[in-house]
C-alpha cells in the first residue's frame, strides 16, 4: 500500500471508527471498507473530503444471495477506494447519493434497473437501461432472475411514442435518435427547443442493451475474453487489457516485460486510430466534409498496422490472460516507425488546420462550455475531463502495462469547449506516437506470454485502464471456478454522457452535434 | 410571333428545356466529380463514361420509387411545392441569353433582371413552403432557417447585381452580357468576390449549407419527401445551383459571348457560356471543400453586419469608378 493509501485508511478509521464493518483488500492492492447501509454517506463524506477532485468512479452492484451488495468506486488522489455496504435483497432500498455527486445519477439509475435496488433521494429514478416493456420485478443481474423468455405482455404495452409527439406550450419537442443521421448508434435524446435554442435535453440509453455483465457470468474467463472484446469495436484492446490485467490479479500471476510493451503498443494505436475517427466525424458533423475524409484515409496507416501486428483490422484479439497472442517480428519495426514520421508530419497539418480554419474555429470555440468544477462534479474521464483542465490520467496516476517506464505528457486545455476537447485528442494522437516509437526502440525480448491455470481462485479485483474515450474500469469477482462470479464494466461514456446534457442545453440546436461530437460518444461501450 | 418550330425547338430543345436540364445534370456530375477529387475520393465512376451519366440515373430511380405523402401534411401545398420550385426555376432559365439569345426571344425587355431576381427570391420561398408543409419539425426548422437566411443575403445580392447594370446603363440582362469587352469580374473584382459569397448562401452550399445540415436536422425541408416528389425537389435544387453560376456568368464574365473562330456564332456562344459556367462551378465547389458549415445565427450577423454594408460600399465604389471608367470610351 502507498503512502495515500494508509492515510485513507487511517482517515476513514478515524472518522467512522465503530461503523466500519470490515476492511478488506481488492487485488490488486485496493482497500475496500464495508460500512452498514445507514452510514455509507458518512464514509463517502469523509473521503470527498480528502480530495477536492474526488468523484464516483463507478458503482458496482453483486448479489450475495440474501443480500446485494454495492460497492461505491471513488476516485481520489488518482487512485480508487471502495465503500461497501449492504442491502437486503427484499427490500433494497438505499439513500442516493446524487447529492453529494451529482455524477452518480446514471450509475444509480444503472443499479436500479439491474438490481432493483430504490435510490431514495434519487431526482429521476425512471429506467435507463431495460425497456419501458420490460417486466417490473425482473432484474436482469440478480442471480435468481429467469430471463430466459420474459413475460413482456405482463407490463402492457407501454409505449413512449406518446410523450414523444406533445409539444408542451411554445416549446417544439425534437426527438434526436433512436435513428438520427448525426448519431450513428441508437441513443434518444428528447430536445426541447424554442426556436433554435434547446432549452432541455431528456437522454435514454439502452436501445441496443445486450447484457454483456450477465453474459459473462455464464462463460468462463478465455471465453469471457472475447465477450468484452467486443463491448466496443474501438477500443477493443482497452478491454481486453482491462479484464486480462483484473483477472491476472485474481490469479497473481505476472506478465512478462515483452507482453507489457507489446500491450502498450497496441493500446496507443488503439487510442490512435479511436481519436482519429473522432476527429473526423468531428468534421462531418460541423459540416466539414474534406476534414472528414482526410482524416480517415490517415486513419487507414494506422489500422493497417493494426492488422500487420495482429492479422485484423479492428477487433484485434491480441492481448490474451498471461500476455499476448503474437510476437512483434522485427522486420515489421522500420516499417511501422517509417508511418510513424509520416503521420508525424500530418498530425503537424492538422493542428495547424485546428488551430486557424475560421469557420471550424467559430462552430467549436466557445461552444458546449464545460466548467473545471462541473466537469468534477459530474465525474466526468478522459480527453473531456482533460479539456477542462482536469488533470487525470490513468496511464500516469496508476502505470499499468509500460506505461511506467514510457516518458509521454498528459495533455491539457483550459477552456473545456469543444475545441478544447478536439484538441486534447489531437495532441494525444501526436503523443502516442511518440509512445509508439518508444516502445519500439525499447521493447525487451524474452517470452510474449505465459500459460495461465483456467480455474481462477477466489478473489476480487478492480482494474483501470485509460482507453481512449476516458478511463475504463472493470470489477471482476471469482469464485474459485473457471466461471466469474461477477463482471462489471464502467466505460468512459456512460461516466461522460451525463455531462452533455450540462453543454448542451442553453445553447444552439445547430450546436448540439457538434457538442456531442466533443464527447466522444461511443454507445455499444454505453449499452453494455 | 407565331408559334412556328423555331420558337418551340427553342424553348423546349435547346437552349430550352431539354437543354438546361440535361446541362444540370452534367453540371452534378462535375460538382461530384471535383467535390469527390478534392475530398480525396473516386466520385461516380460506374455509369456511363466515368459515371457521367449517374445524375440522370439517380433521378430516374427516385422517380421510380413510392410516394408517400404523410397523413397530416397540408396536402395541396406539399404536393405542388416540388413542381413549383422546379418549374420556376426552369422559367428563370429561360431569360437568360445562352446562345447569344435567350430561348424566348420576344420576352427580351427592359428590366428583366429585376424580373428575374425576382423570381429567384420567388422560387425560393416555394422551398420554405415545401418544408412548412411536411409539419415535420426538422422540416420545420429547415424551413425557417430558408426565410432566415434569404433576409440575410437577399437585399445584398439585389445591390451586388446593381453594379454591373449600372456599368452597362443597362438593366437588361442581354444587354449587360453583351456590352462587356472586358469582363466586370476584373472591372469591379469586389463586387464580384461579394457576388460569388452571397450566391453560395442562395445556393445553400458550404459554408451556408444550414437548411439541410443533415447532421442536425436530417433532410431539412425534404425530410418527408419521397419518390417522384424529392425527384423534382432536387432537380430543382440543381437547376437553382446552375441558374446561379448562370447568372454570374451573364453578370460578371460577358455572358455567352466570345470569339466566334468558323461556322455558327450559335455554337461558339453556347460553348463559351457552358466553359465560363463550369468555371464559376469550379469556384463554388472549391469554396463547399474548405469551409465548414456556419450557425443560422453567424450567418445572420455575418449578412447584416459585414455583407451589407459591404454590398453597399461595393456600389458606391463602382459608381465612383464607373463616372471616371465609362467615359473612356471602347473600356466598357
Not at chain 1, 199 to 223: D, N, S
Not at chain 1, 272 to 292: K, Q
Amino acid at each position: 500500500m502507498t503512502n495515500i493509501e494508509n492515510e485513507i485508511t487511517a482517515l476513514l478509521s478515524n472518522r467512522l471508527g465503530e461503523k466500519i464493518l470490515q476492511t478488506r483488500t481488492l487485488q490488486p492492492d485496493k482497500i475496500c471498507v464495508s460500512v452498514d447501509a445507514k452510514s455509507h454517506k458518512d464514509a463517502l463524506n469523509a473521503l470527498l473530503e480528502t480530495d477536492e477532485n474526488a468523484g464516483l468512479s463507478a458503482l458496482t452492484g453483486v448479489d450475495l444471495g440474501k443480500t446485494i451488495e454495492l460497492m461505491y468506486h471513488i476516485r481520489t488522489h488518482g487512485i480508487i477506494v471502495t465503500i461497501s455496504t449492504e442491502v437486503p435483497k427484499e427490500d433494497a432500498k438505499i439513500k442516493s447519493i446524487t447529492d453529494l455527486i451529482l455524477g452518480a445519477n446514471f450509475h444509480e439509475r444503472e443499479v436500479a434497473d439491474l438490481f432493483g435496488v430504490t435510490f431514495e433521494g434519487h431526482p429521476n429514478l425512471k429506467r435507463l437501461i431495460l425497456a419501458e416493456d420490460w417486466p417490473k420485478n425482473l432484474f436482469p443481474l440478480r442471480k435468481d432472475a429467469e430471463i430466459v423468455n420474459p413475460n413482456i405482455a405482463e407490463n402492457g404495452n407501454v409505449s413512449s411514442s406518446d410523450e414523444q409527439r406533445s409539444d408542451d406550450g411554445e416549446l417544439v419537442n425534437i426527438i434526436v435518435g433512436p435513428q438520427h443521421p448525426a448519431l450513428i448508434e441508437p441513443e434518444k435524446f428528447s430536445l426541447k427547443v424554442d426556436g433554435e435554442i434547446v432549452k432541455e435535453i431528456e437522454p435514454r440509453i439502452g436501445y441496443v442493451h445486450r447484457g454483456v455483465e450477465k453474459a459473462a457470468e455464464k462463460r468462463t474467463y478465455l471465453q469471457d475474453l472475447y465477450l468484452v472484446e467486443r463491448i466496443c469495436g474501438i477500443c477493443n484492446a482497452c478491454h481486453a487489457t482491462c479484464f486480462c490485467q483484473a483477472v491476472e490479479a485474481i490469479l497473481g500471476v505476472n506478465v512478462p516485460p515483452r507482453a507489457k510493451y507489446l500491450r502498450t503498443l497496441i493500446l496507443e494505436l488503439n487510442r490512435m486510430h479511436s481519436h482519429m475517427l473522432l476527429l473526423g466525424h468531428a468534421g462531418f458533423e460541423v459540416g466539414y466534409e474534406t476534414l472528414f475524409q482526410y482524416m480517415w484515409r490517415d486513419r487507414e496507416t494506422v489500422m493497417d498496422i493494426v492488422e500487420q501486428l495482429t492479422g485484423n483490422r479492428v477487433i484485434a484479439s491480441f492481448v490474451t490472460i498471461g500476455g499476448v497472442r503474437r510476437d512483434l517480428p522485427e522486420e515489421t519495426i522500420p516499417k511501422i516507425k517509417a508511418q510513424m514520421t509520416a503521420l508525424k508530419g500530418k498530425m503537424g497539418f492538422y493542428k495547424h488546420l485546428f488551430e486557424n480554419d475560421p469557420t471550424f474555429r467559430m462552430r467549436t470555440k466557445n461552444v458546449g462550455v464545460l466548467s473545471k468544477q462541473d466537469a468534477l462534479k459530474l465525474c466526468v474521464v478522459g480527453p473531456v475531463a482533460r479539456g477542462s483542465g482536469v488533470n487525470m490520467d490513468v496511464r500516469k496516476d496508476e502505470p499499468y502495462a509500460a506505461y511506467g517506464e514510457t516518458p509521454f505528457n498528459i495533455v491539457t486545455y483550459s477552456e473545456g469547449d469543444s475545441w478544447a476537447r478536439l484538441m486534447v485528442r489531437l495532441d494525444e494522437i501526436s503523443e502516442s506516437i511518440d509512445i509508439i516509437n518508444y516502445v519500439l526502440d525499447n521493447v525487451p525480448t524474452g517470452p510474449y506470454r505465459i500459460r495461465v491455470p483456467r480455474i481462477v481462485p477466489a478473489g476480487e479485483a478492480i482494474n483501470r485502464v485509460e482507453a481512449p474515450r476516458g478511463e475504463l474500469f472493470y470489477y471482476v469477482k471469482s469464485n474459485g471456478t473457471a466461471y466469474p462470479e461477477r463482471v462489471k464494466v464502467r466505460t468512459p461514456t456512460f461516466a461522460n454522457i451525463l455531462s452533455f446534457v450540462r453543454i448542451a442545453e442553453g445553447g444552439n440546436i445547430a450546436d448540439v452535434p457538434a457538442s456531442f461530437v466533443s464527447l466522444d460518444p461511443c454507445f455499444s461501450c454505453t449499452d453494455r | 410571333m407565331s408559334l412556328d418550330i423555331e420558337f418551340v425547338f427553342n424553348v423546349l430543345i435547346f437552349p430550352g428545356f431539354t437543354f438546361i436540364v440535361l446541362f444540370t445534370m452534367f453540371c452534378d456530375w462535375v460538382e461530384r466529380k471535383i467535390e469527390a477529387r478534392m475530398q480525396n475520393r473516386m466520385g461516380p465512376t460506374y455509369t456511363g463514361p466515368a459515371g457521367v451519366l449517374q445524375p440522370l440515373a439517380d433521378f430516374l430511380k427516385l422517380l421510380t420509387k413510392e410516394d408517400i405523402v404523410p397523413s397530416d401534411t397540408r396536402n395541396f401545398v406539399f404536393r405542388l411545392t416540388p413542381l413549383l420550385s422546379f418549374s420556376s426555376f426552369v422559367f428563370t432559365f429561360l431569360f437568360l441569353p445562352i446562345n447569344g439569345a435567350n430561348a424566348i426571344l420576344s420576352l427580351n425587355f427592359e428590366g428583366d433582371l429585376i424580373f428575374i431576381l425576382t423570381l429567384v427570391s420567388i422560387a425560393n420561398f416555394f422551398l420554405f413552403l415545401s418544408g412548412w408543409s411536411s409539419t415535420n419539425p426538422y422540416s420545420a426548422i429547415g424551413a425557417t432557417r430558408v426565410l432566415t437566411q434569404l433576409l440575410g443575403y437577399d437585399i445584398p445580392l439585389f445591390l451586388l447585381a446593381f453594379a454591373p447594370a449600372f456599368l452597362a446603363k443597362n438593366l437588361n440582362i442581354s444587354a449587360i452580357a453583351s456590352s462587356q469587352n472586358i469582363p466586370f469580374a476584373l472591372l469591379i473584382p469586389w463586387t464580384f468576390v461579394l457576388f460569388i459569397i452571397a450566391l453560395q448562401a442562395e445556393l445553400e452550399k458550404d459554408p451556408f449549407d444550414i437548411p439541410h445540415a443533415e447532421t442536425e436536422i436530417v433532410g431539412g425541408y425534404e425530410t418527408e419527401y419521397t419518390g417522384r416528389r424529392l425527384a423534382f425537389l432536387k432537380l430543382a435544387k440543381d437547376v437553382q445551383i446552375v441558374l446561379g453560376a448562370a447568372i454570374v456568368v451573364e453578370l460578371f464574365l460577358g455572358g455567352p459571348y466570345g470569339p466566334v473562330f468558323f461556322g455558327l456564332s450559335t455554337f461558339w456562344y453556347a460553348l463559351w457560356f457552358v466553359l465560363k459556367l463550369l468555371a464559376v462551378i469550379v469556384i463554388s465547389e472549391y469554396l463547399t471543400c474548405v469551409f465548414a458549415r456556419l450557425r443560422i445565427d453567424q450567418v445572420v450577423v455575418a449578412s447584416w453586419k459585414f455583407l451589407l454594408p459591404l454590398s453597399i460600399l461595393s456600389l458606391v465604389a463602382t459608381v465612383a469608378v464607373g463616372l471616371w471608367l465609362i467615359p473612356m470610351a471602347g473600356m466598357v
